[in-house]
Nanobody
Framework: QVQLVESGGGLVQAGGSLRLSCAAS????????MGWFRQAPGKEREFVAA????????RYADSVKGRFTISSDMAKNTVYLQMNSLKPEDTAVYYC?????WGVGANDYAYWGQGTQVTVSS
């Protein structure tokens, strides 16, 4: 059974920071690509960032470049999303996903966590 468990969400003021974690279990993820997506009320799930487990390859949505950093710790089977300079428009449920290849579309991802709420107040 594959499990992805996100944590680290919360309420923060604009300009603040949060670090999300995604703990993976159930199989060897070294061949997978891990991604973070977010979904605001009434909107589609959108790509935020992705990383290979080795950490050598990363990709970001234009809206978060320079503010968010994705990283991985293979020893802990955990992927992180460091979010700095948060804006009210970053408010959403953030989901962690695992894909067999590079992808920026939600349909590219085979496994998902339950999501963690991030709320940024103005």
């Amino acid at each position: 059974q594959v499990q992805l468990v996100e944590s680290g969400g919360g309420l923060v003021q604009a300009g603040g920071s949060l670090r999300l974690s995604c703990a993976a279990s159930g199989r060897t993820f070294s061949s997978y690509f891990m991604g973070w997506f977010r979904q605001a009320p009434g909107k589609e799930r959108e790509f935020v960032a992705a990383i290979s487990w080795s950490g050598r390859s990363t990709r970001y949505a234009d809206s978060v470049k320079g503010r968010f950093t994705i990283s991985s710790d293979m020893a802990k089977n955990t992927v992180y999303l460091q979010m700095n300079s948060l804006k009210p428009e970053d408010t959403a449920v953030y989901y962690c996903g695992a894909a067999r290849g590079w992808g920026v579309g939600a349909n590219d991802y085979a496994y998902w966590g339950q999501g963690t709420q991030v709320t940024v107040s103005s």
